[in-house]
Each structure stands twice: as structure tokens, then as C-alpha cells.
Antibody
């Protein structure tokens, strides 16, 4: 079955950087677009970014464009999200998810806490 | 960006009764709308895509309707496991956007 396992979260100071990873299994990773979606504590879902199946195109939320970078390594079945210039309001659970438009599978998420 | 607005914020319904959740888009999204269910401490789960197509494993008591700017998720006879938060999401245009969610609680 589809498995998406995020890692790389933790506590980071404002202004610093972090890279999240998502290891995929149970499906042909190189055939699917992949998203990052985040959820601040007690809040709703916020779409972050999408990368096409072959990495040839990306889309971002305007709020994160320029600070966050989505990428993938199809040889390693792994999705990445590089976060830079982190702010308090970036504190959230970050979910890796499969799909090119709607999302049909989600990981369990990794918590990023931005705090001094 | 397309703004998705869900109503009500909280819906209180008794088990066995019907629940009706609404989602409105700030501009037409045609039928490019999905619904997700999220339970506490869990990742969201896809229920409906294409406004009305049930995802694999979605029980028949869940139905989606609408197109353009007005959408509805109906749960025909609420079971205990259906009490959760529900989100709509449009995928007509970038950036993708979610509604703020409707919390479905036991009355």
C-alpha cells in the first residue's frame, strides 16, 4: 500500500533553515506529482507546494514562494522541502502527499517548531 | 487566488441523522473540488473528488454535489466514526486552496 514517511522536523530558531524529507513506497513514485501541505497547531490545512512527477514543474503558495523550495529525487523515491528564513508562523505539521491536483494519499506529517 | 469558504464552522448533528456541509468558491472551479475528512491526531483522508466521485473506500453514505461555486457534502446517516473535521479544496487553479474546515460534532 502507499506509504509516505516524513522526517526532518524539529525545533529551529527564527531566520534559520531546515530541510524536510518524505520517503515514498508502495507505488511508482516517479509517476506521480507530489505536494507539501501544512497545518499550524489547532488550525486548518494550508497548501504549500507541488512538484510534477518528473520534477519539470513546480507550483507554490504565494506566501511561501521564495522561501520554500520543493524538489524530488526519483532514484531515491524521496520528496524534499527546503525551508529558509523561517518565521514563528511557519510552525506547523508538514504533510507530504500524493497527487497532481487533489490529494489521494497523505503521510503522517513532521512537526516543525520555529522558536527562539 | 480562489478563496474557499465553508459553512457552518461547526455543525452539531445526532447519530443517524443527515449532515449537510457547504463549500463556496470565490470564482468558478467547475467540478474541480475535493472533500477531505480529518480526525484528531490523524492525517486527512480523501473522501470525494471531481465534486461528486467517491474515493476508493469512501462509504456510500457520503455524497458530494455541486459545480461552479457552490458545493455540498452530505452524509446521509451519521455514524460515530463520521464526527470529524471536513475540508474542501479546489484544484481548478494555482495556488490550490482549502476551505477553513467544518467541525462535525455529536449533538
Amino acid at each position: 500500500q502507499v506509504q509516505l514517511v516524513e522526517s526532518g522536523g524539529g525545533v529551529v530558531q527564527p531566520g534559520r533553515s531546515l530541510r524536510l524529507s518524505c520517503e515514498a513506497s508502495g507505488f511508482t513514485f516517479s509517476s506521480f506529482g507530489m505536494h507539501w501541505v501544512r497545518q499550524a497547531p489547532g488550525k486548518g490545512l494550508e497548501w504549500v507546494a507541488l512538484i510534477w512527477y518528473d520534477g519539470s514543474n513546480t507550483h507554490y503558495s504565494e506566501y511561501m514562494k521564495g522561501r520554500f523550495t520543493i524538489s524530488r529525487d526519483n532514484s531515491k523515491n524521496t520528496l524534499y522541502l527546503a525551508l529558509s528564513s523561517l518565521r514563528d508562523e511557519d510552525t506547523a505539521v508538514y504533510y507530504c502527499a500524493r497527487g497532481t491536483t487533489y490529494i489521494d494519499s497523505w503521510g503522517q506529517g513532521t512537526l516543525v517548531t520555529v522558536s527562539s | 487566488e480562489i478563496v474557499m469558504t465553508q459553512s457552518p464552522a461547526t455543525l452539531s448533528v445526532s447519530p443517524g441523522e443527515r449532515g449537510t456541509l457547504s463549500c463556496r468558491a470565490s470564482q468558478s472551479v467547475n467540478s474541480n473540488l475535493a472533500w477531505y475528512q480529518q480526525k484528531p491526531g490523524q492525517a486527512p483522508r480523501l473522501l470525494i473528488h471531481g465534486a461528486s466521485t467517491r474515493a476508493t473506500g469512501t462509504p456510500a453514505r457520503f455524497s458530494g454535489s455541486g459545480s461552479g461555486t457552490e458545493f455540498t457534502l452530505t452524509i446521509s446517516s451519521l455514524q460515530s466514526e463520521d464526527f470529524a473535521v471536513y475540508y474542501c479544496q479546489q484544484y481548478e487553479d494555482w495556488p490550490l486552496t482549502f476551505g477553513q474546515g467544518t467541525r462535525l460534532e455529536i449533538k
